[in-house]
């Protein structure tokens, strides 16, 4: 069985910093593609970030210039570090896993595998 599991997310101060993580764990093959999604109170949910195998990466432009993917594909782990955080940015985030395909731009319904989110809050 597939599981992903989010770490790191906490309440912080606007202009604040944090580093999400995500474990991935019983992935029989290579990952192909991470991805970060989030979603807010009363918001759909929104794609953020994704990486695929080559580490190329894309991200909304709601985030560009401050969120940073990562991934270490040893240690089946995927990183989102978030900084000049805004209480915008308050939602609940969401790694996501998935198989071969398009990754950059991936659409949430084609990823396969989800964590089960960890919490953000951006106050002051």
């Known amino acids: 069985e597939v599981q992903l599991v989010e770490s790191g997310g906490g309440s912080v101060q606007p202009g604040g910093s944090l580093r999400l993580s995500c474990k991935v764990s019983?992935?029989?093959?290579?990952?192909?593609?991470m991805g970060w999604f989030r979603q807010a109170p009363g918001k759909e949910l929104e794609g953020i970030a994704q990486?695929?195998?080559?580490?190329?990466?894309n991200y909304a432009d709601s985030v560009k210039g401050r969120f940073t993917i990562s991934q270490d594909r040893d240690k089946k782990m995927s990183y989102l570090q978030m900084n000049s955080l805004t209480p915008e940015d308050t939602a609940m985030y969401y790694c996501?896993?998935?198989?071969?395909?398009?990754?950059?731009?991936?659409?949430?319904?084609?990823?396969?595998?989800w964590g089960q989110g960890t919490q953000v809050s951006v106050s002051s």
């Open positions: 996501a896993a998935g198989g071969s395909g398009y990754c950059l731009g991936r659409a949430s319904g084609d990823f396969e595998h």
């Open positions: 019983g992935y029989r093959y290579g990952i192909y593609c």
């Open positions: 990486i695929d195998n080559r580490h190329s990466t």
